[in-house]
Each structure stands twice: as C-alpha cells, then as structure tokens.
C-alpha cells in the first residue's frame, strides 16, 4: 500500500475520504438501518474480490477537514454513522468520532481488524481476512463477527476467529458476491446445522443502492 503522509493528517484533524453518502445498511446485524457511510481510502490487506478496490490507494483522495465531514453527515437525518473503507482503522480516528458522538450520533466501524483501534465506536463489526489476520484484542471486543465465505474451507477460518469473540458477539456467514449462486446453500446447511452462526446477505446490491 501506498502510505500517506502523517504530518498531511494533522493528527487526525483531515482524513483521506473517498466518498460519503446516506443509505441503507445492506449487510451484517443492522441491514435495513439508514446509516450515513463515511468511506476512507487506504487498504494494506486486498481481497482479490474486495468490491471496492478503487479505494485501495490513499494517495488519490487528498485529505479532507475532519469539521467538513462531520459538518456534511448531521446535515442528513442519520442517526446511525458507518465509518468503512478500504481500512478505516490505519488512520487516528479520535477526532472524527469524538465529533460525531457530540452530536448524539451513533457511530459504527467496519474493519477487518488488523489494525489497532483509535476512536469510541458503538458497534464494531470485524471481517477477518486471511491474509492479513485480526489482532486478537480486536476479535474479543467485537459486537459482530462477519466472515465472508468464498470456498468451504472459509468455514474453518470461521470458526478459528469466533473461537476468539465474546459470547455476545454476534456471528454472521456472508457469501462472496461474485460465489453467492455456489456458497449460499453450503452456507445455508451450515448455518442450519451451527445455529449459533447467522446469514448475512449483501442485501444493498439486491436493492441497487449505494
């Protein structure tokens, strides 16, 4: 990955967005919930099948004012704030939730979790990656496990990653878009059989929204 600059960051105070914008939650625990989306670019862990490549590089989105995100994501009637990315957690992100939860916001992250995590967060959804695997503390402060599931073997690395949450947290098997036809009845039985596990489904690219 190509690192930004630190110093560019001011600590926290500018961010390298690639987009924001208000829609519905379409996967994990909270899909139907209206939720503003703060999009960071950057990612050191790159799912060949990562639907969002083109925030990979956080070199092509010149960082912006933490004030003029935040001022942006209250002028919508979100009660709910989804921080994702790429990889949001590379970045300090005291500032940006501090900010936010001033203004009663509820605020979530989406991470794979290999990264240490700076900011107060309500709800912590962790999708553990193979190639770049989640830092222990993460899994055990997670409130939603979601494993995406491209082959049958992905069940195992389910598992091992579970075996590391706390008994509150939720677990979810998502297929991977371009497998769903293949896995969602593996998924199914599985989920069926192990019925501590749930089903996620990318329920946004059903609906055709952001």
Same mark, same amino acid.
């Given at each position: 990955?190509?690192?930004?600059?630190?110093?560019?960051?001011?600590?926290?105070?500018?961010?390298?967005?690639?987009?924001?914008?208000?829609?519905?939650?379409?996967?994990?625990?909270? %899909?139907?919930? $209206?939720?503003?989306?703060? &999009?960071?670019?950057?990612?050191?862990?790159? /799912? &060949?099948? /990562?639907?969002? *490549?083109?925030?990979?590089?956080?070199?092509?989105?010149?960082?912006?004012?933490?004030?003029?995100?935040?001022?942006?994501?209250?002028?919508?009637?979100?009660?709910?704030? #989804?921080?994702?990315?790429?990889?949001?957690?590379?970045?300090?992100?005291?500032?940006?939730?501090?900010?936010?939860?001033?203004?009663?916001?509820?605020?979530?992250?989406?991470?794979?979790?290999? /990264? +240490?995590?700076?900011?107060?967060?309500?709800?912590?959804?962790?999708? $553990?990656?193979?190639?770049? $695997? +989640?830092?222990? *503390?993460?899994?055990?402060? @997670?409130?939603?496990?979601?494993?995406?599931?491209?082959?049958?073997?992905?069940?195992?690395? @389910?598992?091992?990653?579970?075996?590391? %949450?706390?008994?509150?947290?939720?677990?979810?098997?998502?297929?991977?878009?371009?497998?769903?036809? @293949? %896995?969602?009845? #593996?998924?199914?039985?599985?989920?069926?059989?192990?019925?501590?596990?749930?089903?996620?489904?990318? %329920?946004?690219?059903?609906?055709?929204? $952001?």
């Amino acid at each position: 990955m190509k690192n930004i600059s630190q110093e560019l960051l001011e600590g926290g105070r500018k961010l390298p967005l690639v987009e924001d914008f208000y829609t519905i939650q379409g996967e994990g625990y909270h %899909t139907g919930k $209206p939720a503003y989306f703060i &999009r960071l670019g950057g990612c050191d862990v790159g /799912c &060949r099948w /990562c639907d969002a *490549k083109y925030t990979w590089n956080p070199k092509q989105f010149p960082p912006v004012e933490v004030v003029e995100i935040v001022a942006r994501a209250v002028s919508f009637p979100a009660k709910a704030i #989804v921080i994702t990315g790429g990889e949001p957690t590379q970045y300090p992100l005291e500032i940006l939730t501090g900010e936010l939860r001033s203004r009663g916001l509820q605020i979530f992250l989406e991470t794979s979790g290999n /990264c +240490p995590i700076r900011g107060c967060f309500d709800w912590i959804c962790l999708s $553990p990656k193979k190639n770049s $695997p +989640p830092l222990d *503390k993460n899994l055990a402060e @997670a409130h939603e496990l979601k494993v995406i599931i491209e082959t049958v073997n992905d069940l195992i690395w @389910a598992e091992e990653n579970a075996a590391k %949450t706390s008994p509150e947290c939720k677990l979810f098997l998502q297929p991977e878009w371009s497998r769903y036809e @293949a %896995t969602i009845p #593996v998924i199914v039985e599985y989920a069926k059989n192990h019925p501590e596990w749930n089903i996620s489904v990318q %329920t946004h690219k059903f609906m055709h929204i $952001p």
